[in-house]
């Protein structure tokens, strides 16, 4: 199975895809309201945002963002539907995203329905802009409402420009706890490990790696020595279960913790 040619009908016959609601329950979940809500936010950031229905089987709400329309129009995206983003991946990752889509779908189904709007999974992807270049993009999504079964009907994802790494990572993360989990592909299974609390002086190092300083430039800046911010970073690895800082602060940044 495959989500080539922009099908997703495999991954749509899913159960926990196919949500059991009617015309009604729009009313009641007073949708337009909360895209109001998402189109005042999203002037405020270079994010793209987007709302998918999985009973409609369409997005209700894609922000005008540049960045993930590749100078199409929001409206243009609404109206070719799931077909609009496919086509944009870069061919040799659609078979991957096909597999962690699907994982990710059945690691849900094992989470009680009263909990599961409180992951979210993330995960990066190539995708080629207007003029075919490879770019590498970051997707997080989380449940923006389920039926009373727990079926997931509309889901809310951010879409943002990743940091250098891998493109074939993906997370999935309690928002409630310390609990996160990574997706491998080769065995198609979920690495379960805790993020560790972050000390201050750690924290203050991502936040300044993340705006580019150097470790001299950290260190002074902390009123520290060059060893202590060097142990900072090697700390961070450990807890993080990175292997740098770039990694470090990718990871950080999605997880919440800077």
């Not at 870069?90 to 779908?105: G, I, N, Q």
């Not at 700390?235 to 770039?246: A, E, H, P, Q, Y």
Request: hydrophobic share 40%; glycine share 2%.
């Amino acid at each position: 199975m495959s989500i080539n040619n922009g099908s997703c009908d495999n991954l749509y016959a899913l159960e926990l895809l196919s949500p059991d609601v009617c015309e009604a329950d729009y009313a009641a979940l007073q949708l337009e309201a909360r895209i109001h809500t998402l189109k005042i936010t999203s002037q405020h950031t270079y994010k793209t945002y987007m709302v998918f229905d999985f009973y409609k089987r369409n997005f209700v709400y894609i922000s005008d963002s540049s960045l993930f329309l590749f100078q199409n129009t929001a409206g243009g995206g609404m109206n070719e539907g799931i077909a609009f983003y496919e086509k944009r991946i870069v061919d040799t990752e659609k078979a991957f995203l096909y597999r962690l889509y699907r994982s990710a779908v059945h690691f849900i189904q094992r989470v009680p329905p009263e909990e599961r709007s409180n992951y979210a999974l993330s995960y990066n992807v190539n995708v080629l802009d207007s003029q075919n270049r490879k770019i590498l993009l970051n997707n997080k999504i989380s449940s923006l409402a389920t039926t009373p079964t727990g079926q997931l009907w509309l889901v809310f994802c951010t879409v943002s420009l990743a940091l250098p790494q891998k493109s074939r990572i993906a997370i999935i993360q309690n928002s409630t706890t310390e609990q996160a989990w990574e997706y491998n592909d080769d065995s198609d299974t979920w690495r379960k490990f805790t993020i560790s609390e972050l000390s201050e002086c750690e924290r203050l190092t991502l936040h300044l790696a993340r705006q580019g300083y150097s470790v001299s430039e950290i260190a002074e800046r902390l009123c520290r020595s060059v060893d202590a911010i060097k142990k900072y970073r090697k700390d961070l690895f450990t807890k993080l279960k990175v292997s740098n800082i770039t990694e470090a602060v990718a990871l950080a940044v999605d997880m919440r913790l800077v």
